[in-house]
């Protein structure tokens, strides 16, 4: 099944501006399992969604789905057989779309990006900074994704973080990395301001859905109380994108439940509002 086809046909590789990318990795997951299992219940969800996203039709830009990338080997291998897809998605202009799977998955696209240009920052919504160092003994865990961003020299900025270890909160002081934690959005909102003001024009959105509050996605591996409202979610993406431009993204860390089919729907709901976003920054 490709993403949306309720409402769109699939697109041609070449007619598509938005091309879905299944990645089901689940390599490092340390908590609930599952997220293997994400991109395909994300794809069956998104049959029920319609084409207008509350603001905009932005399957109108073409849809194309590609087969699933084969996650059958080590970490660097999985890494590389996703880079060399969205390599060639930005190169040819269009905005690649990755399914996780966990979020470690992030580095390819974002390693991808990087090998193209590096005018660019990545925003990061989640529950965690994901900036150990190495975690369970893996430097390629979920858990140190943004650590590896960053190590690249990308700029980066988190939002709806709640979950930190002293390690973190040493690095993001040690490298001035700049967030709105989910608490100061609960207590004070969006500022007008977002993101600072060198922060890159072009940007990369690598949403992990928990950020969400537990309530409203408690389908992933490390649910956390405390997180993003649907409308937080949303207005926060607008406000970090505001007369930018989103090159790709990604939604990881969905591990879906049967019983919970609220959580998968709420997740392609979620992937489209996102790429509505990235349609309307053109």
């Given amino acids: 099944m490709h993403f949306l086809s309720s409402e769109f046909p699939q697109s041609s590789p070449e007619d598509a501006l938005f091309h879905i990318i299944p990645m089901p990795m689940e390599q490092t997951v340390s908590y609930g399992g ?9 794809l069956d969800a998104s049959y029920q969604l319609e084409a207008y996203d509350g603001t905009s039709y932005p399957g109108e830009h073409g849809i194309h789905t590609m087969e699933a990338i084969d996650c059958s080997g080590d970490d660097e291998s999985c890494f590389l057989n996703l880079e060399a897809v969205c390599h060639s998605a930005y ?17 390819a ?12 920052g990545v925003v990061q919504i989640d529950a965690h900074a994901d900036l150990r160092d190495t975690y369970e003994g893996s430097p390629n865990s979920h858990a140190c994704v943004m650590r590896r961003i960053h190590e690249l020299g990308i700029p980066i900025f988190q939002i709806g973080v709640r979950n930190l270890c002293k390690e973190e909160i040493d690095y993001r002081a040690a490298n001035n990395i700049a967030y ?15 993101l600072p003001a060198d922060f890159p024009k072009n940007v990369y959105l690598t949403f992990d859905v928990d950020g969400l509050d537990a309530s409203l996605m408690p389908a992933t591996g ?6 993003l409202t649907w409308w937080q979610a949303l207005d926060t ?4 994108t505001k007369g930018r431009h989103v090159l790709g993204l990604d939604v990881v860390e969905l591990a879906p439940r049967p019983e919970l089919h609220s959580c998968s729907y709420t997740t392609a709901k979620l992937t489209y509002a996102l790429m509505g976003i990235a349609a309307r920054c053109l």
């Fill in 109 to 120: 696209p974002v390693r991808a990006l990087h090998a193209t240009r590096q005018d660019f």
């Fill in 180 to 194: 709105l934690d989910a608490r100061e959005l609960s207590l004070h909102g969006i500022p007008s301001d977002l």
């Fill in 237 to 240: 993406c607008e406000a970090a």
């Fill in 34 to 42: 599952g997220t293997a299992l994400g991109p395909e219940a994300i």
């Fill in 91 to 107: 190169e040819a202009g269009k905005i690649p779309v990755t399914l996780g799977g966990e979020h470690s998955l992030s580095i």
């Fill in 222 to 227: 490390t649910p956390e109380p405390g997180g």
